[in-house]
């Protein structure tokens, strides 16, 4: 067992475009030994790839400029502070990062070590893995056509292990490229502590905490259902890890900074983008449900608990498809007969769309007008066509045929001026897949030059799906006594995200006594009757008692994918805020006490 103290791992990024200040704020503020930042979510991937469509070549050498501006400024501070840095900021191209941080390195004299992490990469090796029966579909288990839809990029989700070996071999700044989203903290935890592969509980404890801290503010009161407690909440503060050698961690945050460390900030990320009580990471398996979360002390939440097993065979391979083109007009009815309005509006959409033989119409009403409006913007209601083809011609002539009405269509028709020249975008479709981890060849680059290969897991076991229920049946809805209609947001949170093209849906209870009443009444029917929308989609249900929440995955409802779909909310980021705005019945005993 490690004798040292529990490691202070302070998150600055998490995604690129995150918050510039982050990383200044992280170096020069409370004391901590590594810094980490995650700049590669899926969706800003299939952004980076639609950008360089045209440019192969250099999308092949892109990583996050932003991360080398904030770096570069800092090099002094990290040496003087004896600092380390760890972030997935290479992208595709880790090694160009390095040797650019190795040069700002020796032409200022700045005594600090540089490695790269590598082996994700994957995308001159898709025929190949396709033809061997891999890169499978984590969702549908259909084989990936890469003849039918041209790939753009394919990365494998790595582990720690290459982090550690950096670490271990005296880097002072890491880069990687896809680690799985946990796996900059765990990498971390397991060269601080001189963790084993077999520590598995350790390691769980590890990856609990960098799910917590890896999407940065998010669990220091951002996208938080309670938003309005959150005492400075304009500018919020980004969280600090300590984890200590048993995998146990403190979640935290610098004092002078906005926002607040809450059981319920971090249960509503623990709950965020998991597919149920198992986490699967390329180094374990955490049990989620097995995880408790307490109060220590003003800012400081205690996670205690976690529980690791075997990990699984497979790794996911996030592939980006390009699948078409894409473009969108807002359009603004105002006043009387709205409905009618947008009826013709709809017409006119369709006649365009059969004329240009698009492959996808999507018309979206945006709110409703108020009755007696005391300004025009009360009688307004925005309304969304997007429109998806196979070709950049057919995208550009639909939406400049729908305009083409705007002398004949309803009254007071207009668009925004800027979008008189709408602008057409490439279509890019996050496919998840998967592949054996004994196919990778992860690599971890040393400051000494020296290249070492990281072994795949060696107890490695087959996936066998989610664990099924094992609590007893819901309570008749007459148990919990008499109710009265209320937002369901008056006693239940929630926050909501994607992966690929499902939605996750978490939603938990801060009363002990409200937990069975909500494991009674929100069943995957009913929830699927509150937020029934334009995509169908099957709800999944897992609950997690020791958190008092439950997690929704719903298959299919951001279908084809987060980043290719055309639902006016793509990331489902606003999905729990609409449940809890619907009315239900609410047990009156639940309700706090009327002043």
Request: proline letters at 6%; one cysteine or more; glycine letters at 10%.
């Amino acid at each position: 067992m490690s004798s040292r103290r529990p490691v202070r791992i302070a998150s600055f990024s998490g995604s690129m475009g995150d918050r510039f200040s982050a990383f200044h704020n992280a170096v020069h503020g409370q004391p901590v030994d590594v810094l980490i930042g995650d700049s590669m979510t899926e969706f800003v991937e299939s952004m980076v790839a639609a950008r360089f469509l045209d440019d192969p070549e250099e999308h092949r050498r892109f990583f996050s400029p932003l991360f080398a501006a904030q770096l570069l400024p800092e090099l002094t501070a990290l040496a003087d502070k004896k600092l380390k840095v760890v972030t997935n900021a290479g992208v595709h191209n880790p090694r160009g990062l390095a040797e650019k941080i190795r040069q700002a390195v020796q032409a200022g004299g700045v005594d600090l070590r540089i490695a790269c992490v590598t082996g994700d990469d994957l995308f001159e090796e898709v025929d190949r893995l396709v033809a061997e029966g891999q890169l499978v579909n984590t969702d549908t288990g259909e084989s990936l056509d890469s003849s039918e839809r041209r790939v753009l990029a394919a990365d494998a989700y790595l582990g720690a292990w290459g982090v550690k070996a950096a670490l271990d071999a005296g880097a002072d700044i890491v880069i990687t490229g896809r680690v799985a989203d946990a796996s900059l903290i765990s990498g971390v935890a397991a060269w601080w502590h001189g963790w084993e592969r077999d520590e598995l509980d350790k390691i769980a404890g590890a990856v609990a905490a960098g799910h917590i801290i890896e999407c940065g503010p998010q669990a220091t009161g951002g996208n938080f259902s309670g938003f309005t407690t959150v005492p400075d909440n304009t500018v919020l503060g980004f969280p600090i890890a300590e984890v200590a050698d048993n995998g146990d961690c403190v979640i935290t945050k610098r004092a002078n900074e906005g926002g607040t460390v809450t059981v319920d900030t971090v249960t509503a990320q623990l709950l965020y983008e998991i597919q149920g009580p198992r986490y699967l990471n390329p180094d374990v398996t955490w049990h989620i449900d097995a995880v408790t979360v307490t109060q220590e002390g003003p800012d400081r939440v205690r996670v205690t608990g976690a529980k690791g097993s075997a990990p699984v065979e497979t790794t996911r391979v996030g592939i980006h498809l390009h699948t078409g083109y894409r473009g969108s007009m807002w359009y603004f009815p105002t006043g009387l007969q709205i409905d009618e309005k947008v009826e013709v509006l709809r017409q006119q959409a369709e006649i365009a769309a059969r004329e240009n033989q698009v492959e996808a119409l999507r018309l979206l009403v945006c709110g409703r007008a108020v009755d007696d409006p005391a300004d025009q913007w009360q009688a307004t209601v925005p309304v969304k066509v997007t429109v998806a083809g196979t070709t950049e011609a057919q995208v550009k002539d639909f939406l400049t045929q729908l305009n083409s009405f705007w002398l004949g269509s309803f009254p007071g028709f207009y668009i925004e001026v800027t979008e008189i020249f709408p602008g057409v975008h490439a279509r890019v479709d996050y496919w998840p897949g998967l592949l054996r981890q004994d196919s990778l060849r992860h690599q971890a680059h040393l400051p000494d030059g020296r290249v070492v290969d990281i072994p795949p897991p060696s107890a490695a076991q087959p996936y066998t799906g989610q664990p099924a229920s094992t609590l007893a049946p819901p309570a008749d809805l007459a148990f919990f006594g008499p109710t009265v209609r209320r937002p369901l947001g008056d006693v239940v949170h929630a926050r909501a995200g994607d992966k690929a093209g499902n939605a996750n849906l978490g939603v938990w209870v801060n009363q002990d006594d409200a937990y069975p009443w909500l494991l009674s009444f929100l069943t995957t029917d009913r929830l699927t009757e509150l937020i029934a929308g334009p995509t169908p989609f099957t709800a999944e249900r897992y609950e997690l008692p020791k958190l008092r929440g439950l997690c929704f995955v719903l298959q299919g409802y951001l279908a084809p994918s987060s980043s290719s779909g055309l639902l006016l909310d793509q990331l489902g980021k606003s999905l729990g805020e609409f449940l809890r705005a619907r009315h239900v019945d609410v047990p009156t005993s639940l309700l706090p006490p009327q002043p």
